[in-house]
Nanobody, 126 residues
Framework: QVQLVESGGGLVQAGGSLRLSCAASGRTFSRYGMGWFRQAPGKEREFVAAIKWSGSSRFYGDSVKDRFTISRDNAKNTVYLQMNSLKPEDTAVYYC???????????????????WGQGTQVTVSS
């Protein structure tokens, strides 16, 4: 089992920045691929970003490319999402997800991930 706890959400003005953190515990963190998803009210959960355990490959959703950066620190069992140039449409609950990397095929697919955090709210005001 892997337990995930997100933090760092909050209220920010458009154009501002936030950094989300996801702390993992349980099984060996470094063997797990990590992802961030988000869900706005009335909308489906959407892929934001993902990173391989080595950090060598990163994937981004089209709506966040060039604004968000995913990173990880395996020594701290933590993955980060740096969000810059935030827009009101980025408002959502952001979820961290994990899966054994050797089982991963489609990094942007919700069904690929077995472990999820409870989410952290990000609100961007205009």
């Amino acid at each position: 089992q892997v337990q995930l706890v997100e933090s760092g959400g909050g209220l920010v003005q458009a154009g501002g920045s936030l950094r989300l953190s996801c702390a993992a515990s349980g099984r060996t963190f470094s063997r797990y691929g990590m992802g961030w998803f988000r869900q706005a009210p009335g909308k489906e959960r959407e892929f934001v970003a993902a990173i391989k355990w080595s950090g060598s490959s990163r994937f981004y959703g089209d709506s966040v490319k060039d604004r968000f950066t995913i990173s990880r620190d395996n020594a701290k069992n933590t993955v980060y999402l740096q969000m810059n140039s935030l827009k009101p449409e980025d408002t959502a609950v952001y979820y961290c997800a994990a899966e054994n990397e050797f089982l991963m095929r489609r990094w942007s697919e919700i069904d690929e991930y077995d472990y999820w955090g409870q989410g952290t709210q990000v609100t961007v005001s205009s």
